[in-house]
């Protein structure tokens, strides 16, 4: 099992990561790497190693995480490719950038792998697509799904572009999701209900409605089903939503996501 873990960038996807290893019952040696020297606050609490600098001490980690912004990338590569040996596993969490752009900034490198997870890790239920090249060692491979199946499912990738597509699905998910509840509580308030009240209640109907689908052996279409009445009220709001298109808006939006996460790695 792993249990020296370098990150570099502490932000919201990193402290989802780091809420659940500090939860698990695993033992872990954590360096934490970031500029911003407030977010030491993350690694102080739970005696971890805060850097601001990649140093020496980044060479014996089992592997490091690189979970900064994609145009970083170049910069990053810089500070750790004179530390790292040829052991090392590179993660990357990085949109759009692809495992053979991070080869070419790290020559000695070549194990290094790709990773879409998202915030909902924190609670162990993401779901983390992984993709391993070709040259990736696959005696490796056990204790990386291992590592990442602690914060939920796993999905192991069979063409690296299908990376991109697990960001503007998987990785942004969660920011459709809480949109659309957004809007749900505003409706809420709209109709009389307080703020807390609103919020509170539209928790509970999706996650409730979230459990019956997945504990449900039924389809959606079917569960939609046992909810919509021939000329009833439920009827009444899903035709006005296909009036309006909402799938085919949703659709188009996701798109421009994926178009995007291709985009990252290119600094576009």
Same mark, same amino acid.
């Given at each position: 099992?792993?249990?020296?873990?370098?990150?570099?960038?502490?932000?919201?996807?990193?402290?989802?990561?780091?809420?659940?290893?500090?939860? !698990? /019952?695993? &033992?872990?040696?954590?360096?934490?790497? %970031?500029?911003?020297?407030? $977010? #030491?606050?993350?690694?102080?609490? *739970?005696?971890?190693?805060?850097?601001?600098?990649?140093?020496?001490?980044?060479?014996?980690?089992?592997?490091?995480?690189?979970?900064?912004?994609?145009?970083?990338?170049?910069?990053?590569?810089?500070?750790?490719?004179?530390?790292?040996?040829?052991?090392?596993?590179?993660?990357?969490?990085?949109?759009?950038?692809?495992?053979?752009?991070?080869?070419?900034?790290?020559?000695?490198?070549?194990?290094?792998?790709?990773?879409?997870?998202?915030?909902?890790?924190?609670?162990?239920?993401?779901?983390?697509?992984?993709?391993?090249?070709?040259?990736?060692?696959?005696?490796?491979?056990? !204790? /990386?799904? &291992?590592?990442?199946?602690?914060?939920? %499912?796993?999905?192991?990738? $069979? #063409?690296?572009?299908?990376?991109? *597509?697990?960001?503007?699905?998987?990785?942004?998910?969660?920011?459709?999701?809480?949109?659309?509840?957004?809007?749900?509580?505003?409706?809420?308030?709209?109709?009389?209900?307080?703020?807390?009240?609103?919020?509170?209640?539209?928790?509970?109907?999706?996650?409730?409605?979230?459990?019956?689908?997945?504990?449900?052996?039924?389809?959606?279409?079917?569960?939609?089903?046992?909810?919509?009445?021939?000329?009833?009220?439920?009827?009444?709001?899903?035709?006005?939503?296909?009036?309006?298109?909402?799938?085919?808006?949703?659709?188009?939006?996701?798109?421009?996501?994926?178009?995007?996460?291709?985009?990252?790695?290119?600094?576009?």
């Amino acid at each position: 099992m792993l249990k020296k873990i370098s990150i570099i960038g502490a932000g919201n996807l990193t402290q989802a990561l780091l809420y659940s290893i500090d939860n !698990s /019952l695993l &033992k872990m040696d954590i360096n934490l790497y %970031d500029k911003d020297k407030k $977010k #030491k606050v993350f690694a102080s609490q *739970k005696k971890w190693k805060f850097f601001t600098k990649v140093g020496k001490e980044i060479a014996s980690s089992d592997i490091i995480i690189l979970a900064v912004k994609p145009n970083q990338y170049k910069n990053i590569c810089s500070d750790i490719r004179q530390e790292v040996i040829k052991e090392t596993v590179i993660v990357s969490l990085m949109a759009g950038v692809k495992i053979s752009d991070l080869k070419a900034q790290l020559p000695s490198q070549s194990n290094v792998l790709r990773v879409m997870t998202n915030i909902n890790a924190k609670y162990n239920n993401a779901i983390s697509s992984i993709y391993f090249d070709k040259s990736f060692k696959k005696t490796r491979i056990p !204790s /990386l799904i &291992k590592f990442f199946s602690m914060f939920g %499912d796993i999905r192991v990738l $069979k #063409k690296e572009s299908d990376i991109d *597509k697990a960001t503007a699905l998987i990785g942004s998910g969660p920011a459709y999701f809480i949109y659309f509840s957004e809007s749900m509580i505003e409706i809420f308030q709209s109709f009389g209900f307080t703020k807390n009240e609103s919020a509170e209640l539209v928790s509970q109907l999706f996650y409730g409605t979230a459990l019956l689908c997945k504990q449900d052996n039924r389809s959606f279409e079917k569960i939609k089903k046992s909810v919509v009445s021939k000329g009833g009220t439920t009827e009444a709001a899903l035709q006005k939503l296909d009036r309006l298109k909402t799938k085919k808006i949703l659709k188009e939006s996701i798109k421009d996501a994926y178009v995007k996460a291709k985009s990252l790695g290119r600094g576009k």
